[in-house]
């Protein structure tokens, strides 16, 4: 990889490129602040993640011995007619959000009341089972909904790390390089002025 940028050792060159050096300097502030505000957003939502986890695998534990209970006592093909035409247990509506440049999804899940069942056999059990299996869906959408953001998150924090390694690396090295080496090859060539009209003067005495 080449070290420094091929550009003619001009002043205006030298005025361009650090114009452009003070540019990506300013940007590589600005993304190492989205950096660092990304990676504390990743580690809050890490944090609620994992709790939202830890509370879905005791609800789901729950709802399962529950639904196990009521199979138990009405029996597969009955809670199966039972479960027939009910309408889903919540009520989800989602919404897109964006957060330092980065859209995922705003998730509002609410129960919906319970449908009656007409059927005489159902067991006291199905009743419960069904607040458990509503329970269930609600933390599991805000569980999946955590974990999207989380994703979106973690995705472009690694994928702005990429670019402030980038310019801090790379870029803003080549540039500064250009600028060391403009300015050595306009010292160089200002010498060599002087020297020739030092030369040019001394010549020209008697």
């Known amino acids: 990889m080449q070290t ?23 940007g590589y ?4 602040r989205k950096r660092e505000l990304l990676t504390r957003l990743v580690y809050e939502r890490l944090a609620h993640y994992r709790q939202l986890r830890r509370e879905a695998q005791q609800v789901l534990e729950s709802a399962y011995r529950s639904l196990a209970i009521t199979q138990l006592r009405m029996g597969t093909r009955m809670l199966r007619q039972a479960g027939l035409g009910l309408e ?17 999804p705003s998730l509002t899940a609410k129960p919906r009341p319970m449908q ?13 089972t069904r607040k458990g299996m509503a329970e ?13 953001s989380l994703r979106r998150m973690l995705a472009e924090q690694r994928k702005t790390q990429k670019r402030v390694n980038a310019l801090k690396n790379n870029v803003i090295p080549r540039y ?14 200002e010498r060599n002025s002087l020297f020739q009209i030092k ?8």
């Open 4 to 26: 420094r940028l091929k550009v003619p050792p001009t002043k205006s060159a030298l005025l361009a490129i650090q114009r452009q050096e003070q540019f990506l300097v300013s």
């Open 29 to 32: 502030s600005l993304l190492e």
């Open 88 to 104: 889903p247990a919540i009520r989800v509506r989602i919404l897109a959000r964006s957060n330092l440049g980065v859209e995922y």
């Open 116 to 128: 009656p069942v007409s059927l005489m056999w159902t067991d006291t059990s199905f009743d419960q």
């Open 136 to 148: 269930l869906a609600l933390i599991l959408a805000r569980l999946g909904e955590a974990e999207t």
């Open 176 to 189: 500064r390089e250009t600028i060391r080496y403009i300015e050595q090859a306009l010292e160089e060539e």
């Open 199 to 206: 030369t040019l003067r001394a010549k020209s005495e008697p």
